[in-house]
């Protein structure tokens, strides 16, 4: 149980264009999933927290008008990096709180970002 | 704002060792999350606990709550090779906020 699938794995794209991942947890409800941002051989850092049917709470920093989320139902949240730079390649991985659950996080794959 | 401090940061051991990883806080934490992670995937959730004073048991892996839910530790008994990973601690703050502080993780590499 409590599996979080992320699609894409890898996406190669090219400067200025915009790129799509999505984040579904599989097996159990998540009102309230997270995307983060790692770079290698660090922990984690929080972009944000993405509620069903709102809008996303964004950590400070983090360009909201860039970093798209939209959390359309209990079972899905889409992360969408807009023009892209190089600057913004990276791992991205998201996570799901199960609704009938306590604090746990359960995260998906990561998805690997190149931006060229 | 709320800090886990992770220690160490690398730890390199020979295959049959015992380690422990340490994450401190001055906060109070509702809960404690440990996760492992491998290169190029996302953080497996290892366990969770809640009560100060806990002590929770995974195979050779011996996690423990601090009573004052403000640290915790994990230690790892004859350490293998399939140990490697990234290390993550996460606490909780309760709440209606869920998210997580990490602390910034420990790289171990057990080598055969």
């Known amino acids: 149980g409590a599996v979080v699938s992320q699609h894409p794995s890898r996406v190669i794209c090219k400067s200025g264009t915009s790129v799509k991942i999505e984040c579904r947890s599989l097996d159990f409800q998540a009102t309230t999933m997270f995307w983060y941002r790692q770079f290698p051989k660090q922990s984690l850092m929080l972009m944000a927290t993405s509620n069903e049917g709102s809008k996303a709470t964004y950590e400070q920093g983090v360009e909201k008008d860039k970093f798209l989320i939209n959390h359309a139902s209990l079972t899905l949240s889409t992360l969408t990096v807009t023009s892209a730079h190089p600057e913004d390649s990276s791992f991205y991985i998201c996570s799901a709180r199960n609704s009938a659950g306590y604090y746990e996080q359960y995260f998906g794959p990561g998805t690997r970002l190149t931006v060229t | 704002t709320q800090l886990l401090e992770q220690s160490p940061q690398f730890l390199s051991i020979q295959e049959g060792e015992n380690l422990t990883v340490y994450c401190n806080s001055s906060?109070?934490?509702?809960?404690l999350q440990w996760y492992r992670q491998e290169p190029g995937e996302g953080p497996v959730l290892l366990v969770t606990v809640v009560t100060g004073g806990e002590v929770k048991k995974l195979k050779r892996l011996t996690f423990q709550f601090g009573d004052a839910r403000k640290d915790s530790s994990l230690h790892i008994t004859a350490a293998q090779p399939g140990d490697t990973g990234l290390y993550l601690c996460?606490?909780?703050?309760?709440?209606?906020?869920?998210?997580?502080?990490f602390g910034k993780g420990t790289l171990l590499t057990v080598n055969p």
């Open positions: 996460a606490g909780a703050s309760g709440g209606s906020n869920y998210k997580l502080t």
């Open positions: 906060s109070v934490f509702s809960s």
